[in-house]
């Protein structure tokens, strides 16, 4: 039997700095006693440091870690899997520790109420100036700045005063009730437009309304002046009215001109509804779109929002060679491949390069290095093996190399057929290809009976991969 995997799970995700940082804090007596505890994080820190192939060919065994830890102590399965508990509950309170430390206010909010607490005036009013100095330096103006902002200014009115005192920090309570309205204002309109725009998704009944009037009341207040009230009410709007595509691009603009107000986190969010706009619209047939998407992709990799941990997903990478292969910015395309392709995770890193090269080639029509390129492509990925092998499937048929292609849409058949991963949907549209594709090979140029039945046939069909560039295939022989 394996150590805990609740556990082993947690500490699987921390970084050597992690690492580090949890040996000395599980070292302080202030946070743990058990000593323990201290030997056995010592063994899954040596474990999380080995390579993969030694963390392979070691697992962790419970009856190793009890010898490490106890000696010769007969084994006793019930203290070591409280023990393992107890570490989880360390960890737990690591991570809560470092999300607070990395909070830049609540330390100082907490010492401020607490303070308050105690009548300690001259501490009180030395914490209130740090505070709100760092308040007023802070470029960031998100929910968490106006509720830090209520905090403060709601703490200094109601210290322990006389009457008299306490009239004259009105002015305080004027300011706290301020950003107390802001935070509700983000609040209210991030669920709101959270809910509008993922709600064709959720499958059971959600109900998040806004008051009534409440756009408009937020339009017309002073609040709309702050960063992230105007740019949630711009989402709120765009997503209602998406006919009125003004409120599209006031956002966008909002946020390229507001950039230091937000996290990269935070522009992420708003980007996500942008992009999201941009493919309603595109599937609606508005393809001037893709250009909006495309400088929105362009963005999103100049200021590294795309970038996760500096790791770029692989259906952003995908999503984004395809946006720039349809504006046929093939130049831009290849090279964002080339420098982005070690961002990628690195098990993508290989199949994608090699794939994605040949889309380019393909947009570009040189069909010569479209199949030099997907000789490298590995069958052990299916995306990259049906994405593949289409492309080919296409190069073949528009060199005419009739042989390599009935040879390849044979082969094709058999791996779709066997493959055990591939959904039931997913290999009709492909099994789907391969059969207008063979039948489009044996028609003779101008025989409009055949054709006509081909053309009917595609759009009986509902799942034909690559409908775009068969109906394109058709045409060419009409």
């Not at 323990?36 to 030694?54: C, G, T």
């Not at 509720?147 to 309570?173: E, G, M, R, T």
């Not at 692989?314 to 491949?337: M, R, S």
């Given at each position: 039997?394996?150590?805990?995997?609740?556990?082993?799970?947690?500490?699987?995700?921390?970084?050597?700095?992690d690492l580090n940082s949890f040996k000395k804090f599980i070292a302080s007596p202030f946070h743990n006693e058990q000593q323990e505890l201290v030997q056995l994080f010592?063994?899954?820190?040596?474990?999380?440091?080995?390579?993969?192939?030694?963390?392979?060919?070691?697992?962790?065994?419970?009856?190793?870690?009890?010898?490490?830890?106890?000696?010769?102590?007969?084994?006793?399965?019930?203290?070591?899997?409280?023990?393992?508990?107890?570490?989880?509950?360390?960890?737990?309170?690591?991570?809560?520790?470092?999300?607070?430390?990395?909070?830049?206010?609540?330390?100082?909010?907490?010492?401020?109420?607490?303070?308050?607490?105690?009548?300690?005036?001259?501490?009180?009013?030395?914490?209130?100036?740090?505070?709100?100095?760092?308040?007023?330096?802070?470029?960031?103006?998100?929910?968490?700045?106006?509720?830090?902002?209520?905090?403060?200014?709601?703490?200094?009115?109601?210290?322990?005063?006389?009457?008299?005192?306490?009239?004259?920090?009105?002015?305080?309570?004027?300011?706290?009730?301020?950003?107390?309205?802001?935070?509700?204002?983000?609040?209210?309109?991030?669920?709101?437009?959270?809910?509008?725009?993922?709600?064709?998704?959720?499958?059971?009944?959600?109900?998040?309304?806004?008051?009534?009037?409440?756009?408009?009341?937020?339009?017309?207040?002073?609040?709309?002046?702050?960063?992230?009230?105007?740019?949630?009410?711009?989402?709120?709007?765009?997503?209602?009215?998406?006919?009125?595509?003004?409120?599209?691009?006031?956002?966008?603009?909002?946020?390229?001109?507001?950039?230091?107000?937000?996290?990269?986190?935070?522009?992420?969010?708003?980007?996500?509804?942008?992009?999201?706009?941009?493919?309603?619209?595109?599937?609606?047939?508005?393809?001037?779109?893709?250009?909006?998407?495309?400088?929105?992709?362009?963005?999103?990799?100049?200021?590294?929002?795309?970038?996760?941990?500096?790791?770029?997903?692989?259906?952003?990478?995908?999503?984004?060679?395809?946006?720039?292969?349809?504006?046929?910015?093939?130049?831009?395309?290849?090279?964002?491949?080339?420098?982005?392709?070690?961002?990628?995770?690195?098990?993508?890193?290989?199949?994608?390069?090699?794939?994605?090269?040949?889309?380019?080639?393909?947009?570009?029509?040189?069909?010569?290095?479209?199949?030099?390129?997907?000789?490298?492509?590995?069958?052990?990925?299916?995306?990259?093996?049906?994405?593949?092998?289409?492309?080919?499937?296409?190069?073949?048929?528009?060199?005419?190399?009739?042989?390599?292609?009935?040879?390849?849409?044979?082969?094709?058949?058999?791996?779709?057929?066997?493959?055990?991963?591939?959904?039931?949907?997913?290999?009709?549209?492909?099994?789907?290809?391969?059969?207008f594709v063979k039948k489009l090979s044996g028609t003779i140029p101008g025989d409009k009976k055949a054709l006509d039945k081909i053309r009917n046939q595609i759009a009986?069909?509902?799942?034909?991969?690559?409908?775009?560039?068969?109906?394109?295939?058709?045409?060419?022989?009409?």
């Amino acid at each position: 039997m394996l150590i805990s995997s609740k556990l082993l799970s947690l500490l699987k995700t921390f970084s050597k700095h992690d690492l580090n940082s949890f040996k000395k804090f599980i070292a302080s007596p202030f946070h743990n006693e058990q000593q323990e505890l201290v030997q056995l994080f010592a063994i899954l820190d040596q474990h999380f440091r080995s390579s993969e192939k030694e963390q392979k060919a070691n697992p962790l065994k419970k009856e190793v870690v009890w010898q490490h830890i106890f000696g010769k102590k007969s084994y006793n399965d019930v203290r070591l899997r409280r023990l393992s508990s107890d570490l989880i509950k360390l960890v737990y309170a690591f991570l809560s520790y470092n999300a607070y430390k990395k909070d830049g206010f609540s330390e100082q909010l907490n010492l401020l109420k607490a303070l308050r607490q105690l009548s300690l005036n001259k501490h009180f009013d030395s914490t209130f100036n740090q505070l709100t100095q760092s308040l007023e330096k802070n470029e960031l103006k998100n929910a968490n700045y106006h509720l830090s902002s209520y905090d403060v200014n709601y703490n200094l009115f109601n210290f322990p005063k006389n009457v008299q005192a306490k009239i004259k920090l009105f002015n305080n309570l004027e300011q706290a009730d301020y950003h107390l309205e802001c935070f509700f204002i983000i609040k209210k309109l991030e669920n709101y437009c959270d809910y509008i725009g993922y709600k064709e998704g959720v499958s059971f009944d959600v109900k998040i309304s806004l008051p009534p009037s409440f756009l408009e009341y937020v339009e017309n207040s002073i609040f709309i002046k702050e960063p992230f009230v105007k740019a949630y009410f711009l989402v709120a709007k765009m997503l209602l009215e998406p006919e009125e595509t003004v409120y599209f691009l006031h956002l966008k603009e909002h946020l390229e001109s507001n950039r230091i107000h937000f996290t990269l986190q935070e522009l992420d969010t708003f980007y996500i509804h942008l992009k999201n706009y941009c493919i309603v619209k595109v599937n609606e047939g508005k393809t001037d779109y893709f250009i909006q998407l495309f400088e929105i992709f362009q963005t999103l990799l100049k200021e590294k929002i795309i970038l996760k941990d500096g790791t770029i997903s692989p259906q952003n990478y995908k999503n984004i060679t395809t946006v720039g292969l349809h504006v046929k910015a093939y130049d831009w395309v290849e090279n964002f491949i080339q420098t982005y392709t070690s961002y990628l995770p690195k098990a993508h890193r290989e199949n994608a390069l090699t794939f994605n090269l040949a889309k380019v080639y393909f947009s570009q029509k040189k069909f010569n290095q479209v199949i030099e390129q997907l000789r490298e492509v590995e069958d052990k990925n299916h995306v990259y093996a049906l994405g593949g092998k289409s492309i080919l499937l296409k190069t073949y048929y528009e060199l005419q190399e009739y042989n390599p292609l009935d040879s390849l849409i044979d082969s094709f058949r058999i791996y779709i057929r066997r493959n055990k991963i591939i959904s039931r949907e997913v290999k009709q549209q492909y099994l789907n290809l391969l059969r207008f594709v063979k039948k489009l090979s044996g028609t003779i140029p101008g025989d409009k009976k055949a054709l006509d039945k081909i053309r009917n046939q595609i759009a009986k069909c509902k799942a034909l991969a690559g409908k775009k560039w068969i109906l394109e295939k058709v045409a060419e022989l009409e």
